[in-house]
């Protein structure tokens, strides 16, 4: 599925080398878990939204960069609105996205549009967030994240050798990673999602880190990103796959 609005908008500057490098950090980590990754990127009041899915985790990965003011015609502010209109609106290679980008000025060209994959088609509202209490801080997130993992493995080593095999190990993955955040109904995979694409990484825990909710939605919103899964196991993103990476 290809989205494309505003095709005459091709040139654009990211806000600083800062930006650039986060970025571009961002979409080296998708490619890591698919070399032929597909971002669809909206456009829109001064920022760059990027959207991503990490195929290992049925999530959908969101960094917003910001855009120098007056770049291909963009004003402040930098963070983009929900009400604000979609200056541009197309799915492309993630890799051809990475080499375009030049970390020592922040400017690039767009690659050119692909036909993307099903989950292009399903992003989620971009207006309507409510927030949800209840979100433990980044620090306990990330020791949440450990324990499963290392419950994954302690459970993983414990089987048969007769009995360890991709079905087996799924239905464990599975178990672990489909339990909620606390008194929550965030799963424990989209914090574990955060995490492997660099949402989570050392932060203060007085960031604001927040859990969101519209509709069927989810999103676990931190300083550097954004991750969206489906409440209750929705359909709409895809297959899933939940051995730990």
């Given at each position: ?19 650039a490098?986060d ?47 007056g770049?291909a015609?963009?004003?402040?502010p ?11 609106d ?50 306990r ?5 450990a ?8 459970r ?18 599975r ?25 989570l ?45």
């Amino acid at each position: 599925m290809t989205a494309t609005t505003g095709a005459a908008v091709r040139d654009l500057r990211l806000a600083d080398t800062a930006e650039a490098a986060d970025l571009a950090a961002f979409l080296g980590r998708l490619i890591r878990y698919d070399r032929a990754a597909a971002v669809r990127l909206q456009l829109g009041a001064g920022a760059l939204a990027v959207f991503g899915r990490p195929p290992a985790f049925e999530v959908l990965a969101i960094r917003t960069a910001r855009l120098r003011e007056g770049a291909a015609g963009v004003a402040a502010p930098a963070v983009a609105a929900a009400a604000a209109p979609v200056e541009l609106d197309v799915t492309v290679s993630a890799g051809e996205l990475l080499e375009a980008i030049d970390e020592l000025t922040g400017d690039f060209t767009l690659p050119a549009a692909v036909t993307g994959p099903p989950w292009t088609g399903v992003l989620p509202p971009r207006g309507g967030w409510q927030q949800v209490p209840g979100l433990p801080g980044p620090a306990r997130l990330r020791q949440a994240v450990a324990a499963a993992v290392a419950e994954f493995r302690t459970r993983d080593e414990a089987l048969p050798a007769a009995h360890r095999d991709r079905a087996e190990r799924d239905r464990i993955g599975r178990e672990i990673w489909s339990r909620t955040v606390d008194d929550t109904d965030l799963p424990l995979r989209a914090v574990h999602a955060a995490q492997s694409v660099g949402f989570l990484r050392p932060m203060p825990e007085t960031a604001p880190v927040a859990l969101l909710r519209t509709g069927t939605w989810l999103r676990l919103r931190t300083p550097y990103g954004s991750i969206a899964v489906r409440a209750g196991g929705a359909g709409g993103i895809g297959g899933l796959s939940v051995t730990p990476t």
